[in-house]
């Protein structure tokens, strides 16, 4: 750095080493300390808390020793969900609010899919109408979950929108755990309604996808979440 001229600010070394992390290839080494501090013009102690900042964000892994380096790194989405919903369960959050925001956007998504490609519409309600068909009355809540699962994941990638996807998951992520254990309940006659309730729910939203009924759709929607609610906020039977 010549003479004089001020070192860059810890932001600003965050910045410029974001963007070599992403510049590079996932899990390329782009540097060690010594080749970092010269090209960046920054302090070690600066270079090593802008490294801390990125490594919390999974966007760098630092290796020490004589083969260590700085690795650029590209955090999945369940390190996100992780991340978000474990910074989530310090704050002083109702539960109901982060279910509704889940319902919010689960609405959402059924309109955007009752108004995607038609045909692909179709032949995604087609497919999962049999598997909801298949459930039995004395299915076990996971088998349930099984299911549902399925057909969201195949909703979200009819519509395409992976941010409003990975938002719906983080909020799933914090509420897993945070209620009674929903499969304590299997085969008692709450359940056995709740599957029933569920069952034409489902067949509803994907009657909903097969019609192209956006309106249809989002009342759907907030039907099977309501079951949802019901079923996670119900007591369990003593």
Do not use: C
């Amino acid at each position: 750095m010549p003479k004089g001229a001020s070192s860059p600010t810890l932001e600003a070394v965050k910045t410029k080493l974001r963007d070599i992390v992403f510049a590079a290839k996932d899990g390329a080494l782009i540097g060690g300390e010594d080749s970092l501090v010269a090209e960046l013009g920054a302090s070690r102690s600066t270079l090593r808390q802008a490294a801390r900042l990125l490594e919390r964000q999974g966007l760098l892994r630092v290796k020490r020793g004589i083969n260590g380096g700085y690795y650029g790194s590209r955090p999945d989405e369940k390190t996100i969900q992780n991340a978000v919903s474990a910074y989530l369960d310090t704050l002083d959050l109702k539960y109901e609010d982060v279910t509704a925001v889940a319902s919010v956007l689960w609405v959402e998504v059924l309109r955007r899919a009752a108004t995607a490609n038609k045909a692909a519409a179709r032949r995604l309600a087609e497919f999962h109408r049999a598997k909801v068909l298949e459930v039995s009355a004395d299915a076990t809540f996971h088998e349930i979950v099984e299911v549902e699962w399925a057909s969201r994941e195949a909703i979200f990638e009819l519509v395409e929108s992976r941010y409003i996807q990975l938002i719906f998951n983080i909020n799933q992520a914090f509420s897993v755990g945070r209620f009674p254990a929903a499969a304590d309940r299997d085969g008692t006659p709450q359940h056995r309604q709740f599957v029933s309730d569920w069952r034409q729910a489902k067949l509803l939203e994907l009657r909903s996808l097969a019609e192209g009924n956006a309106e249809l759709a989002m009342m759907a929607a907030r039907n099977i979440r309501n079951i949802w609610h019901r079923r996670f906020w119900s007591k369990q039977p003593r």
